[in-house]
């Protein structure tokens, strides 16, 4: 039914850690997919969408031209969302358009059943609006042919300086008095369950090293910190990653772009196999860290899963750069800064190289530092191993369910906001009282005529508050619990990395040694013709070997230095401290939703306290 799975690619090296080479995992052998919707990463198939009415509407104006008030409306409705839009801001727009609140139901019911609605679907409502500001047929046939005859689609007359601003109280789920409210948020398009990320899956690791690198100046950061310092919390680096909204590349070879902004220079742009080349650096430099995976690669993809993958992008920089050890990598920092990587790589591999180097290499462990190793490390280690599955489990339990209550609220916001379009309509159209005969109007008919309004704009409030809370959860504490859910994934796979590469040859070259030493005293004993060279040939290969010991026990002491420092410093912080943040942060967002919300129903009942009951 779908593509299975490709198996990772095997890079063979030596070193003196038991043969096995520098090692890498490959992020494309696995991924933590989500089955339930039957979505595979790997399939060419597209990612299963909701009711594709969208797909149907772009047969309906093919080409067409749209004038430049379309994009200015798209960017007036949701300023700093370039994705989809709410249905309650479409109906904002319509707002703008003087036309009649029943014609205003009839065009979003044209266009959407959904909570959102793509650019495409809101091309079509503009389009719809300017055929009822000039009489036209308001209908998808009419437009459709309309767009074929003109190859343009019809100009709607709208007044966006009188567009009513959104609820500004969410601000991304801040309150508005607080200051790292971030208004101009990434964008995002229509929620989808399609997260790569929900469920674990064992890691399939292989072995190896690129062949043709040479080690190079270019190395890795600094050892190790005693701790993390006061409040560090508070002062974590971001790396902000959006997409570009056009692929470059020639026809055969279209491929998606990433911008990254950070703190170290001005914004970069970046392929995914840029990516894929920092990661595999980054494993094989320090395989002993903590490092996320990168999310998958699909052939195909679509607009969905490249969100899905600029979300795990993002996290995965954000990790790696406030990483006690990682953040100061030589080979980060030219990625975050270097206008062109692969122009940069190319220059590096051509003349000083890159290095690969695993970390023990060049680093040793002092005296002080070793006696800080505890004794039972490995019993904490077997601890937190053994913890570490249903922590996976339950975190992306959490994911999965947080997911759905932002899909149900973004549900509830749209049908909130048809209903205050059908209270318009209800008003529009019954506007006199029928037992009048006059042009005059019964007082119980205004009373409650004037409370059906009043309804219809509190309904509309709720709508936009509702919305505005369930993009605020997408983008802050979804992704806060997503971050935490990918520490314990990266800190399983640090655990399978250890099995596979704390191994070597010590046992092996001690034996060689006494064996070497037994045959050069036997060698000094005979003395036959040439045993002075024989000899040396043997003192020679036992100090060689002696050399390798000493060197391969310097990498036992390091390994385990580093593991102790990646649950002491990195895991325990991260999964205790962050996760007090997020928790406060959603309670914090919590309350002023729900504060907001009293005070919008408060005021819905204040207004309606009067209306006439006879």
């Keep these: 039914m779908f593509n299975a799975p490709r198996p990772g690619s095997i890079r063979f090296g030596t070193s003196l850690n038991g043969g096995l080479g520098s090692f890498t995992d490959n992020p494309l052998a696995t991924s933590v997919y989500s089955n339930d919707d039957g979505l595979d990463p790997w399939s060419t198939a597209p ?24 994009n200015e409306a798209l960017a007036a409705a949701e300023p700093g969302i370039s994705g989809d839009i709410s249905l309650s801001s479409l109906q904002r727009i319509l707002g703008t358009t003087s036309i009649p609140a029943a014609t205003a139901q009839k065009i979003v019911n044209l266009v959407s059943t959904r909570p959102r609605l793509s650019k495409l679907e809101f091309f079509v409502a503009l389009a719809l609006v300017a055929f009822a500001q000039q009489d036209q047929d308001v209908s998808i046939e009419h437009l ?34 607080d200051p790292s409210a971030d208004v101009n948020a990434p964008p995002i398009p229509a929620y989808s369950e399609s997260d790569p990320w929900n469920i674990s899956a064992p890691t399939n690791i292989r072995t190896g090293v690129t062949a043709g690198v040479s080690a190079g100046p270019l190395t890795g950061g600094s050892t190790f910190t005693g701790g993390l310092p006061p409040d560090w919390w508070k002062k974590q680096e971001k790396v902000d990653v959006t997409v570009l909204p056009e692929k470059q590349g020639f026809i055969l070879n279209r491929y998606y772009v990433f911008l990254l902004q950070s703190e170290r220079g001005p914004p970069v742009q970046r392929r995914y196999s840029e990516f894929l080349f920092l990661w595999d650096c980054l494993v094989r430099r320090y395989p002993f860290r903590i490092i996320p995976n990168l999310p998958p690669k699909r052939i195909g993809p679509d607009e969905i899963f490249i969100e899905q993958r600029r979300r795990g992008l993002s996290r995965f920089m954000n990790f790696i750069v406030n990483h006690p050890v990682i953040a100061s990598d030589g080979l980060l920092s030219v990625f975050l800064s270097e206008p062109s990587f692969d122009g940069w790589k190319k220059h590096a591999l051509a003349t000083v190289g890159i290095s690969y180097e695993e970390e023990s290499v060049s680093h040793r462990i002092d005296r002080t530092e070793e006696m800080s190793i505890p004794r039972d490390l490995e019993e904490k280690m077997n601890l937190v191993k053994s913890r570490v599955g249903m922590l996976i489990e339950q975190w992306s339990r959490i994911c999965l369910i947080a997911e759905r209550l932002i899909k149900r609220r973004e549900s509830s916001a749209a049908d909130l906001s048809r209903i205050s379009l059908t209270l318009n309509t209800i008003v529009e159209e019954n506007g006199k009282c029928w037992h009048i005969a006059s042009d ?13 309004i009043a309804s219809s704009r509190r309904v509309g409030n709720q709508s936009e508050l509702l919305f505005s809370r369930a993009h605020a959860t997408l983008l802050t504490s979804l992704e806060e619990f997503k971050s935490h859910r990918d520490l314990y994934i990266a800190v399983r796979d640090l655990f399978v990395r250890h099995a596979r590469l704390s191994t070597d040859k010590v046992d092996v070259l001690k034996k060689r040694v006494e064996f070497n030493g037994r045959k050069l005293e036997d060698i000094k004993a005979a003395k036959k013709e040439g045993w002075e060279q024989e000899a040396d040939k043997v003192m020679g290969a036992i100090e060689r070997d002696q050399i390798d010991i000493a060197s391969l026990m310097a990498r036992r002491v390091f390994i385990r230095y580093s593991m102790w420092h990646e649950l002491r410093v990195v895991l325990h912080n991260r999964e205790n401290t962050l996760l007090t943040q997020a928790i406060q942060n959603f309670a914090k967002q919590e309350a002023d939703f729900a504060q907001l919300v009293v005070q919008n129903w408060s005021g819905l009942y204040e207004e309606v306290e009067s209306m006439p009951f006879e």
């Design 47 to 70: 990612t299963p969408p909701p009711p594709q009415i969208s797909n149907a509407f772009g047969n309906v104006i093919a080409d067409a031209q749209a004038p430049s008030i379309y």
């Design 144 to 177: 459709a042919s309309e767009a074929q005859r003109t190859n343009t689609l019809p100009t709607p007359i709208l007044d966006l300086s009188q567009l009513p601003p959104p609820t500004q109280s969410q601000l991304n789920g801040r309150s508005p008095s």
């Design 440 to 452: 005059g109007d019964c007082d119980l008919h205004v009373g409650v005529k004037h409370g059906l």
